[in-house]
């Protein structure tokens, strides 16, 4: 098979970059093909424009090509380069540039991160600039061998196994993704097809430098695996990646799913998460959740080393109280309590301006402000059940017994002075020695809902019932409270 009918199998097959569709009102798409100057990007570019052509799918292609700044001369050459094949090809021609070493020492990153942010960034923003819905890369079958080899060495989990996407969202609200046509493509194929075509392309002499961990893996370790042990270890490596994206995608719809169970009610830049329900838990999903919580707060899931799992994981145990671990990005993960909190420990929660808001019973309140909603269903204590669903319900969960209630229910934060009847206690405390006791973080005590009648409080939202308004056996009718977090905050 040759590598045109290749890559439009696996554009097909991906559903990479779409055709116009006049029945479906679908028009066709607008591409930004990155073009560095190298043998994959030229390769790329060519065969996109030739499968367009030939198909007369009708898509917008742009050439991008971003310069460094790390050649001096070279780099600039390799961007008159590509600006004189786009004009070749009739496209049109965008460049941009940035100071990458610079970067590197303000970020404090490796040159290859510095380099790999600044091209995204210039990339999405072209893209977003044109209206693109796709930004079309080079990476090839070894490019992803060599990825998935070099995340085994470093040690990675599944996630990591996965290796590349063929396609990938990068911005949701943008509607805006990146792509890999030559993804199922082998590097010497790419070489077959330049040289046929007679193609020229850029040399960059940094890819020979076996000083760089991925070069060596590419021109030393590969090439020995490949003459003394399998030579289709690129291949037997990509399938472990294929195979491992498909256990990883299980696993994932599986952790979403008992996701919310495990999150307590969390403030800004923070998740927490039960202790108990965690650790419950089979690592593979305990390790998805933790992904989960770090996208939550930072927007984008980090790669996280073994290490950093274990950590995580081992705060749960006995040995755990009191102590944290730091991770990538400025995070922390923390236990207090019942909880592991994982957040940004440098980042003080705002004030928070709320005064009280009254309970809707029965029915739903919604209070943004506080960023959730609490459901309160009234039930006859009679109800088959009631003595099961309390033994088995979550920190989100609590009955009442509703005749036991003085005056109307309201939500509100604490105040000066309060104090609170906890449930099993035989007298009262001081709301802020209760916080203290279950370690309730200072900076968070500020936020947590309070249900309160006229004389006191009745539910330390996602910590305590109050003891006056408990279900007994005499109880005749029962308030069933549900807590749950709204999925954006707002202000009202």
């Known amino acids: 098979m040759n590598i045109l009918k290749k890559v439009y199998?696996?554009?097909?097959?991906?559903?990479?970059?779409?055709?116009?569709?006049?029945?479906?009102?679908?028009?066709?798409?607008?591409?930004?093909?990155?073009?560095?100057?190298?043998?994959?990007?030229?390769?790329?570019?060519?065969?996109?424009?030739?499968?367009?052509?030939?198909?007369?799918?009708?898509?917008?292609?742009?050439?991008?090509?971003?310069?460094?700044?790390?050649?001096?001369?070279?780099?600039?050459?390799?961007?008159?380069?590509?600006?004189?094949?786009?004009?070749?090809?009739?496209?049109?021609?965008?460049?941009?540039?940035?100071?990458?070493?610079?970067?590197?020492?303000?970020?404090?990153?490796?040159?290859?991160?510095?380099?790999?942010k600044a091209r995204y960034e210039y990339l999405t923003n072209l893209a977003i600039e044109l209206k693109a819905q796709?930004?079309?890369?080079?990476?090839?079958?070894?490019?992803?061998?060599?990825?998935?080899?070099?995340?085994?060495?470093?040690?990675?989990?599944?996630?990591?196994?996965?290796?590349?996407?063929?396609?990938?969202?990068?911005?949701?609200?943008?509607?805006?993704?990146?792509?890999?046509?030559?993804?199922?493509?082998?590097?010497?194929?790419?070489?077959?097809?330049?040289?046929?075509?007679?193609?020229?392309?850029?040399?960059?002499?940094?890819?020979?430098?076996?000083?760089?961990?991925?070069?060596?893996?590419r021109h030393k370790?590969?090439?020995?695996?490949?003459?003394?042990?399998?030579p289709r270890v690129k291949q037997a490596l990509v399938k472990l990646g294929q195979t491992a994206s498909s256990f990883y995608l299980l696993l994932r719809e599986i952790a979403n799913e008992v996701y919310e169970n495990t999150k307590m009610l969390s403030g800004p830049g923070e998740v927490a998460l039960n202790v108990d329900e965690f650790s419950k838990l089979p690592p593979a999903i305990q390790t998805l959740i933790i992904d989960k919580a770090m996208k939550q707060i930072l927007g984008i899931a980090p790669q996280l080393n073994f290490e950093h799992y274990v950590g995580i994981i081992s705060l749960c145990g006995e040995q755990g109280h009191g102590k944290a671990i730091r991770l990538p990005k400025g995070l922390e993960a923390r236990r207090e309590s019942y909880v592991v909190r994982i957040h940004k420990p440098d980042i003080a929660p705002p004030p928070l301006k709320f005064a009280t808001r009254k309970l809707t019973v029965p029915g739903s309140t919604v209070i943004k402000k506080l960023n959730i909603q609490i459901d309160a269903e009234i039930l006859d204590s009679k109800l088959v059940g009631l003595k099961d669903y309390i033994r088995n319900k979550d920190y989100t969960e609590e009955v009442l017994d509703l005749e036991k209630v003085q005056g109307p229910l309201?939500?509100?934060?604490?105040?000066?002075?309060?104090?609170?009847?906890?449930?099993?206690?035989?007298?009262?405390?001081?709301?802020?020695?209760?916080?203290?006791?279950?370690?309730?973080?200072?900076?968070?005590?500020?936020?947590?809902?309070?249900?309160?009648?006229?004389?006191?409080?009745?539910?330390?939202?996602?910590?305590?019932?109050?003891?006056?308004?408990?279900?007994?056996?005499?109880?005749q009718k029962v308030l069933k409270l549900k807590v749950r977090r709204l999925e954006e905050e707002g202000g009202a």
Request: aromatic residues 6%; proline residues 3%.
């Open 9 to 116: 199998l696996t554009n097909e097959g991906y559903d990479l970059i779409r055709k116009g569709d006049t029945a479906k009102n679908l028009a066709p798409e607008t591409v930004v093909v990155a073009v560095s100057g190298g043998p994959d990007s030229v390769a790329l570019l060519h065969l996109l424009k030739e499968i367009n052509d030939v198909q007369q799918f009708g898509w917008k292609l742009h050439v991008a090509h971003f310069n460094h700044q790390l050649r001096a001369k070279a780099a600039d050459e390799d961007e008159a380069f590509v600006k004189e094949l786009a004009g070749k090809l009739k496209l049109p021609f965008h460049a941009g540039r940035a100071d990458v070493k610079k970067q590197k020492e303000e970020l404090k990153q490796s040159l290859e991160e510095a380099a790999r």
């Open 134 to 217: 796709k930004i079309a890369l080079g990476h090839n079958l070894d490019d992803q061998a060599e990825t998935i080899l070099h995340r085994i060495v470093r040690g990675t989990g599944l996630r990591g196994l996965k290796g590349m996407a063929p396609i990938r969202v990068i911005s949701k609200k943008h509607d805006l993704f990146v792509v890999r046509p030559l993804i199922e493509i082998e590097r010497w194929e790419i070489e077959v097809f330049l040289h046929e075509r007679s193609l020229t392309y850029r040399t960059d002499a940094s890819n020979a430098d076996t000083a760089l961990t991925r070069n060596r893996l």
């Open 221 to 230: 370790l590969i090439p020995t695996l490949e003459r003394e042990f399998n």
């Open 410 to 475: 309201r939500i509100r934060l604490r105040q000066n002075g309060d104090h609170f009847v906890p449930l099993g206690a035989r007298g009262s405390t001081k709301l802020k020695k209760f916080f203290i006791d279950n370690k309730v973080p200072k900076a968070q005590r500020d936020r947590v809902p309070l249900l309160a009648d006229d004389k006191t409080i009745c539910w330390v939202v996602g910590y305590r019932l109050g003891d006056n308004v408990k279900v007994t056996d005499l109880t």
